[in-house]
């Protein structure tokens, strides 16, 4: 009798096996018997074997299908034990789950043919839904919302009555409306319920099967579906133009970071600093200096790498500036041509310099645990590590709008800026301000390093990337102005951004350096142009 039930089982397609797989008592016999079935070795009784354990309601029997699926379960025909190998190489026994030291010798893993490895798929697809694991849950009713198969309605209702998990019997919901939406004989009340469930989802997915709604419908589920695609496609426009907007709050952030080094060094000093991207290059090779340190030494702690590296790039990046200053830079300065000159040969240096040191390749930097992955608001998706680069951006920037305004450096710094001549006849020394600014802008440019490392390849040529586009924020904020700086980093980020869809990437860049190049012919100081006797003689 049990033979005879199990054949049909067999016998039955994918999708009245997931139904049975789901609402079936226990009524397949003893769930031990069915999995010694594994040890007999034929395909026969291993076919009996799924579809029993399938039905059978154990909690067990998820783990056994998906060891059979992986080849992760064996069996040994002279005791009729099957054991389940995990995945951190730990063996237990496939019917109670028990721990066991080792697998005999006379064990095997249990075969597979192609058959069977549909009735494999069958049966996972039906133990999915009842999985102990909510996201597993999930994933599965997701997979029923794009299929929607009118079959799987029974299994989608009993798994919907049992569920307690909030995502989970959402998602469950909207497999369930998407199944109604298609099914032939369903109510037009059914029907106006699963269209409002769909709607409420609103992402593309749920757009792409309101669209695939045809045939005749009654006119009130026609209007419904066609004032539901309305109503999603708005919302998704409105999204997507959130979505652009953070990705370009996200490149203005980098480029704010590259730039405000950059703003430092030519406001105050007027210097053309070509090896500006270099100062950056170095910060992002302190980080990997410090990982790889961590990695060998102090595996545990990782997670801090980042809060060693960022005061070293500092102090590393600050200093290389100083020496770069006290020997080439004050020598040339009024002189904007050869500091072009200079600062570009230099940067070639730099970059050979490093070459030889760490090689031509990109480097690896790992990505701390609080950096990795990223989180979704609405029908937008924020990475983590772009996240803390845009508070990290911001915080560097109020540190040093407060050191400009409290401190004294920053009191000999502004002065310096707004007339040279005047600050050195007020007793300041302007060399030794020329110095700590250099180092200051150089400085910032290696905790930019530090931060770019998350999110771009470390190689010698990372430097280049930034340096262009570091001189336009600089230019079309207003030289020496640090808000100007601010605004205009954001302003080109997410104008790139929003051209890029409608340009293309390249033509957008392009789109973008015209319009600053008409902007530069109405306002040659910028956004923000800095005010004092000097600046405005």
């Known amino acids: 009798m049990l033979t005879r039930f199990c054949r049909k089982i067999r016998a039955l397609p994918f999708a009245a096996l997931l139904i049975f797989a789901s609402v079936l008592p226990v009524m397949a ?23 029993t354990i399938t039905t059978s309601g154990n909690p067990r029997a998820y783990a056994i299908v998906s060891a059979l699926q992986d080849g992760r379960l064996s069996a040994d025909p002279d005791t009729k034990k099957v054991y389940i190998t995990q995945s951190d190489g730990k063996n237990s026994d496939a019917s109670t789950g028990a721990p066991v030291a080792s697998i005999p010798d006379s064990a095997a893993p249990v075969r597979l043919n192609n058959r069977l490895r549909r009735t494999v798929e069958a049966a996972l697809g039906a133990l999915t839904l009842q999985s102990p694991d909510p996201a597993k849950r999930i994933q599965a009713a997701q997979s029923v919302f794009k299929a929607h198969d ?17 995502s989970a019997k959402l998602a469950f919901s909207e497999a369930r ?21 769909i709607k409420a989802r609103g992402d593309q997915e749920a757009l792409a099967l309101l669209v695939g709604l045809s045939g005749e419908q009654p006119p009130a589920i026609a209007r419904a579906a066609a004032n539901a695609t309305a109503s999603i496609q708005s919302n998704l426009a409105m999204w997507s133009a959130v979505q652009n907007a953070w990705y370009g709050m996200s490149l203005g952030s980098v480029l704010l970071l590259a730039a405000i080094g950059l703003a430092i060094t030519f406001g105050v000093m007027g210097v053309i600093n070509m090896a500006h991207g270099e100062m950056v290059m170095i910060g992002a090779y302190v980080t990997f200096v410090v990982q790889e340190t961590i990695r060998t030494s102090y595996p545990g702690l990782f997670d801090y790498s980042l809060l060693v ?4 790039a500092f102090i590393v990046a600050g200093a290389i500036g100083i020496v770069i200053e006290r020997s080439i830079i004050r020598f040339l300065y009024g002189r904007p041509l050869e500091t072009l000159l200079a600062t570009w040969g230099l940067s070639l240096v730099l970059q050979q310099a490093v070459r030889t040191i760490f090689g031509p390749n990109n480097r690896e930097v790992g990505n701390p645990s609080w950096m990795s992955g990223a989180f979704e608001i609405g029908q937008i998706t924020i990475t983590y590590n772009r996240l803390w680069i845009l508070c990290f951006t911001l915080a560097v920037f109020a540190l040093l709008l407060a050191m400009l305004r409290y401190t004294s450096l920053g009191l000999e710094m502004r002065a310096v800026t707004q007339n040279r001549r005047m600050a050195a006849s007020m007793g300041i020394a302007t060399s030794r301000v020329d110095a700590l600014t250099f180092g ?25 990337s930034y340096i262009i586009d570091s001189f336009m924020v600089v230019v079309f904020g207003g030289v020496g102005n640090l808000w100007g700086t601010l605004v205009g980093a954001f302003t080109l980020g997410i104008a790139n951004k929003f051209m890029e869809p409608v340009a293309g990437a390249v033509l957008g860049k392009i789109a973008i350096l015209v319009l ?22």
């Open 29 to 51: 016999g003893p769930f031990e018997d069915a999995v010694a079935k594994f040890a007999n070795d034929e395909f026969t009784d291993t076919d009996e074997a799924i579809a």
């Open 150 to 166: 009118e079959a799987m309605l029974p299994a989608v209702d009993s798994a919907l009555q049992k569920e307690t998990n909030k």
């Open 177 to 197: 409306a998407a199944i109604l939406l298609f099914k032939e004989d369903a109510t037009d009340a059914e029907k106006l319920e699963a269209i409002a469930t």
């Open 309 to 312: 590296a960022v005061p070293l």
């Open 440 to 464: 200051l802008g150089s400085g910032i440019a290696g905790i930019a390093g530090v931060a770019l490392s998350q999110i771009d390849n470390v190689s010698p040529n990372l430097g280049q």
């Open 516 to 537: 600053i190049i008409f902007f530069i012919q109405k306002r040659p100081r910028g956004l923000f142009a800095l005010k004092g006797r000097a600046v405005e003689a």
